[in-house]
């Protein structure tokens, strides 16, 4: 994936429970092409697929629900409690995401999209920054990033400050990031300063909106 002028390809990324998903819908309302990493690995890990047999074979049936679908809680509880087991599942989950990832931005680039966004929560983790234009990091500030965190998933604290110890810090990600979207604020100011990140993509040499 290699930036052209053609299309500007985003990476947008953060922290759990930072608002990237808000963040995200405001992408697409201003028009731009969006898709986040989640919904693909959800694909690849659908019952027939390489990656669910590789799952099935490393952690067995105990995370597969009734229906023969990967169980993504238990899968979850399971993996953050041991490094080792979270290791595993990312080598066998991410290069088949980074695979849809790569095809859904060149389909994008074939319909003559100007700016593709990709949500990818570990972006940095994977090494993957390269692949894009540039990067968007959405941040707060950690207690409220907690606190949004548990308030949406229904894991208790520690399990939450489990699951980001498992992240690069938010801070080394703004360091790196091209732009930061603050989402500390209301909904509202989170939408208006991502309109702004979005003029300022518009603008860039490497688009081709004039």
């Not at 759990?16 to 990493?37: H, M």
């Not at 707060?140 to 907690?146: F, N, T």
């Not at 699951?163 to 690069?168: C, I, L, P, T």
């Amino acid at each position: 994936m290699e930036p052209d002028a053609a299309m500007l390809k985003v990476a947008l990324t953060g922290g759990i429970g930072t608002g990237k998903s808000v963040v995200l819908a405001r992408f697409a309302e201003l028009g731009a092409a969006v898709v986040d990493a989640d919904t693909l690995a959800h694909d690849v890990l659908r019952t027939g697929r390489a990656a669910a047999t590789a799952v099935r074979r490393r952690f067995g049936d105990s995370v597969f629900g009734p229906d023969g679908e990967v169980d993504r809680p238990s899968l979850g509880a399971l993996v953050f409690a041991d490094d080792r087991a979270r290791r595993d599942l990312e080598a066998i989950v991410h290069p088949e995401v980074y695979r849809a990832i790569r095809s859904w931005v060149d389909a994008r680039e074939q319909a003559g999209t100007r700016v593709a966004i990709v949500e990818i929560p570990l972006l940095f983790e994977t090494g993957h920054a390269g692949d894009f234009s540039c990067v968007v990091v959405v941040a707060c500030a950690e207690a409220e990033q907690v606190r949004r965190a548990v308030a949406r998933s229904g894991l208790g604290e520690a399990d939450v400050r489990r699951r980001m110890a498992a992240q690069w810090p938010l801070e080394e990600k703004t360091r790196r990031a091209d732009y930061v979207i603050w989402t500390d604020g209301t909904i509202e100011e989170t939408r208006q300063r991502t309109t702004a990140v979005w003029e300022a993509l518009k603008v860039r040499p490497d688009v081709g909106y004039s």
